[in-house]
């Protein structure tokens, strides 16, 4: 397992970078402007991880802006946790006999996500390419929030 990124979502994006890069000495290592979705992603890393995280994977914190305007409440804010795994299916299935609700299965053998017991979203992706899809992942759906 590798620990990828933490999301959080930001109101203001240049306050938030004016935070994050000028304060704090956080570097921007990329970013993502997504037109169709309205949002725009900025990856920051601390200076010693900032070179890893351009040739390969390094802790990243993920600012999401989404540019229609909204208030954030309840933490939601805070997006999620996000770790890699080598077999997915594997993972999750090792969860479940954990007695983890898998609310987001990784039907699409890529991405799952299931919750802490005090609610924080935890994303589990695959690492490398997706697995084909595989029963019981396949047809199983999505249960409460995540």
């Known amino acids: 397992m590798e620990y990828l990124h933490t999301m959080v979502r930001v109101a203001d994006l240049d306050r938030a970078l004016a935070f ?3 304060a ?4 921007e290592v990329r ?9 725009t992603l900025v990856f920051l890393a601390a200076p010693g991880d900032a070179e ?3 040739s390969e994977k390094a802790p990243l914190i993920e600012l999401t802006y989404n540019w229609d305007p909204e208030t954030y409440t309840g933490g939601r804010n805070f997006g999620h946790l996000a770790y890699q795994v080598e077999d997915i299916y594997a993972f999750c299935d090792r969860l479940v006999r954990a007695g983890v609700t898998i ?6 053998g890529y991405m ?24 019981p992942w396949l047809s199983m ?3 409460g929030s995540w």
């Open 24 to 27: 704090f000495g956080l570097e």
């Open 31 to 39: 970013r993502v402007e997504n037109e169709k979705g309205r949002f």
């Open 112 to 135: 799952a996500f299931v919750r802490s017991p005090d609610g924080i979203s935890i994303e589990i992706l695959q690492k490398g390419e997706s697995r084909p899809p595989q029963e």
């Open 20 to 22: 994050y890069v000028d």
């Open 103 to 108: 609310n987001r299965p990784p039907r699409d």
């Open 52 to 54: 890893r995280a351009r």
């Open 141 to 143: 759906e999505n249960t």
